[in-house]
């Protein structure tokens, strides 16, 4: 069974600063790969997925992602954070029948 | 636009009520999903359905049961409901996609947010 460890419960990043969100993955078949935001009182929104080809992906808001079958991660990445970045986000696998799995998510935390 | 709907923002139950949670999507998926969204533990998924009348149990199913009649409708049931199910409830689908055309996202409702007393 696939599973998604995310191993930062909390971040916190200066508005400006890069960010980088940690995710590790376990599944035997080529993993599809997710990254969920929720901003405060919101529902989830899709940033980027990655499925084949190209290892960096990119998505809406800035964010990119890498994939690294050696390292059995999909990190997500923005270069430098708005305030309206600050919200919880969610990395997500799946199989190819779509019974996607989440991870336990990132708070993150902009500060001025 | 595309959109899955769950019956109510918040609930509030007593102890020992049969609770039922709604969700209708309109995308024609295949999949439907129910999760249970608690701070510090992610989404933990309670039930998947990938047909009608299909069901599969998730990794926390105790305390709940599903039912999936029709393609866009997927109810999540607390049988009899506790105070630790006190949480926000997450419905989504996703479509079903094998082989090298794969693509598919899940997609969310708003959540409903059940406190039982």
């Known amino acids: 069974a696939q599973s998604v460890t995310q191993p930062d419960i909390h971040i916190t990043v200066s508005e400006g600063a890069s960010l980088e969100l940690r995710c590790n993955y376990s599944?035997?078949?080529?993993?599809?790969l997710f990254w969920y935001v929720q901003s405060p009182g919101q529902g989830l929104q899709l940033l980027l997925k990655?499925?084949?080809?190209?290892?960096l992906v990119q998505g809406i808001k800035g964010f990119e992602a890498e994939f690294k079958r050696s390292q059995s991660s999909f990190n997500l990445r923005k270069p430098s954070v708005h305030w309206s970045d600050a919200a919880e986000y969610f990395c997500?696998?799946?199989?190819?029948?779509?019974?996607?799995?989440f991870g336990a998510g990132t708070q993150v935390v902009v500060t001025p | 636009d595309v959109k899955v709907t769950q019956s109510s923002r918040y609930l509030v139950k007593r102890t020992g009520e049969k609770v039922f949670l709604e969700c209708v999507q309109d995308m024609d998926h295949e999949n439907m999903f129910w999760y249970r969204q608690d701070p510090g533990l992610g989404l933990r998924l309670i039930y998947f359905?990938?047909?009608?009348?299909?069901?599969e149990k998730g990794d926390i199913p105790e305390g709940y049961s599903v039912s999936r009649e029709k393609k866009e409708r997927f109810s999540l049931i607390l049988e009899s409901a506790s105070t630790n199910q006190t949480s926000m409830y997450l419905c989504?689908?996703?479509?079903?996609?094998?082989?090298?055309?794969?693509?598919?996202?899940?997609?969310f409702g708003q959540g409903t947010r059940l406190t039982v007393v």
């Open positions: 359905s990938y047909d009608v009348k299909m069901k």
């Open positions: 599944y035997g078949a080529t993993p599809y």
């Open positions: 990655y499925f084949s080809g190209d290892t």
């Open positions: 989504a689908s996703s479509t079903q996609q094998g082989g090298l055309r794969f693509d598919t996202e899940a997609f």
């Open positions: 997500a696998v799946t199989d190819s029948w779509g019974k996607f799995q």
